[in-house]
Structure formats: structure tokens, C-alpha cells
């Protein structure tokens, strides 16, 4: 039996962070979805069930916040794992993800896309070592 490939919801706005994320996603064995805002996210998220969630905070229209509640407000979303990504350390848009169950938190200007992939791969053989 063939194994499928795990997908990846990425929602980010800014193109380079995105096209980094899918290169090294895609270069991993994943199958890498796109949003650019909360609507797309959310209607793809609902329609794809990805395995995993990368969310930008400050994504168009809305935030990533807004997003991540009205994700787990789903049957499905409510434990989907999310990785929120963000442009600061505010200790206020920390304790507002934290409340709405995310598997981790990283501030773009300090990550490097080898460690985010790690922490994706990690999550993902979790799931499937424990079938979560």
C-alpha cells in the first residue's frame, strides 16, 4: 500500500516566506497547499483537511487569530494541528494563540525553515506513531 503524501496548509501573505516554506515542504515529501488570507485559508482548510496548518498572524482581511478561532470552531479544525508563524514576540498575540490550542509559535525574523520543517516532521510521525 502506497503511503500518501501528508498536506500542509500554508497561509501567508508575504510570497517569499511562502515560496520558502512550500520549496522545503515539497523537498520533504509533503503536499503543500496555499492561502494568501482567512477566507482562502479557512475555505481550503474545510475542503482539503490538510494534516497540519501554518498560519501567518497578520495575514489580509482578517489575522491569523481570527482564523485559528473560527477554525476551531469545526468539528475537524477544533484539532487539526496549527503552527502559528508571526512578526513579533508580543507576549498579547502569544497569550491569544495559546488559548486556542497551537502546536507551536515562531517569530519569522528568528526561524530558519530547516527547524520549522523539523517541528512539522515531528508532528506528523507523532500522529502517526500514535494515531492520533
Given at each position: 500500500?502506497?503511503?500518501?503524501?501528508?498536506k500542509?496548509?500554508?497561509v501567508e501573505n508575504e510570497s517569499p516566506v511562502s515560496r520558502t516554506?512550500?520549496?522545503y515542504l515539497i523537498g520533504e515529501g509533503f503536499k503543500?497547499?496555499?492561502?494568501?488570507?482567512?477566507?482562502q485559508g479557512l475555505k481550503l482548510a474545510f475542503q482539503k483537511h490538510p494534516d497540519l496548518i501554518l498560519i501567518?498572524?497578520?495575514?489580509?482581511?482578517t489575522n491569523g487569530i481570527t482564523m485559528l478561532k473560527k477554525l476551531r470552531t469545526d468539528d475537524w479544525g477544533r484539532d487539526?494541528?496549527?503552527?502559528i508563524l508571526a512578526n513579533s514576540s508580543d507576549i498579547e498575540v502569544l497569550a491569544n494563540v495559546l488559548e486556542n490550542k497551537i502546536y507551536a509559535f515562531f517569530i519569522k525574523s528568528e526561524w530558519h525553515p530547516e527547524k520549522l520543517?523539523?517541528?512539522?516532521?515531528n508532528r506528523i510521525q507523532a500522529e502517526e506513531y500514535y494515531d492520533l
Open positions: 500500500m502506497k503511503k500518501r503524501n501528508k500542509i496548509l500554508i516554506l512550500t520549496a503543500v497547499i496555499r492561502a494568501e488570507d482567512e477566507n501567518d498572524i497578520f495575514i489580509p482581511k487539526v494541528p496549527v503552527i520543517v523539523e517541528k512539522i516532521k
